[in-house]
Nanobody
Framework: QVQLVEAGGGLVQAGDSLRLSCAASGRTFSSYAMGWFRQAPGKEREFVAHITWSDGSTYYTDSVKGRFTVSKDNAKNTVYLQMNNVKPEDTGVYYC??????????????WGQGTQVTVSS
């Protein structure tokens, strides 16, 4: 089991910055990578960003490229999502998830409880 706890959400204005964190505990060695997802009211949950524990390789959904940065601290088993120049459409509950797949497969098994991000215009 891997336990994930997100933090850092809040109410911000458009154009502001926010940093989310996701602390992992438990069988963290079973996790190949970590992902960030979000779910806006009335919408499906969508992928935001992904980072591998080993080499820190990343990829993002197009709508956040150039604004969001995912990073990691292996010593703390923590990943971060730096959100810059946020927009109202970034509003939603942000979740981190542990990917136990591998290079050829993405398999998100463990999820955090989520943290609310609200961006006012």
């Amino acid at each position: 089991q891997v336990q994930l706890v997100e933090a850092g959400g809040g109410l911000v204005q458009a154009g502001d910055s926010l940093r989310l964190s996701c602390a992992a505990s438990g069988r963290t060695f079973s996790s190949y990578a970590m992902g960030w997802f979000r779910q806006a009211p009335g919408k499906e949950r969508e992928f935001v960003a992904h980072i591998t524990w080993s080499d820190g390789s990343t990829y993002y959904t197009d709508s956040v490229k150039g604004r969001f940065t995912v990073s990691k601290d292996n010593a703390k088993n923590t990943v971060y999502l730096q959100m810059n120049n946020v927009k109202p459409e970034d509003t939603g509950v942000y979740y981190c998830a542990a990917d136990v797949g591998g290079y050829y497969e993405t398999k998100y098994v463990y999820w955090g409880q989520g943290t609310q991000v609200t961006v006012s215009s």
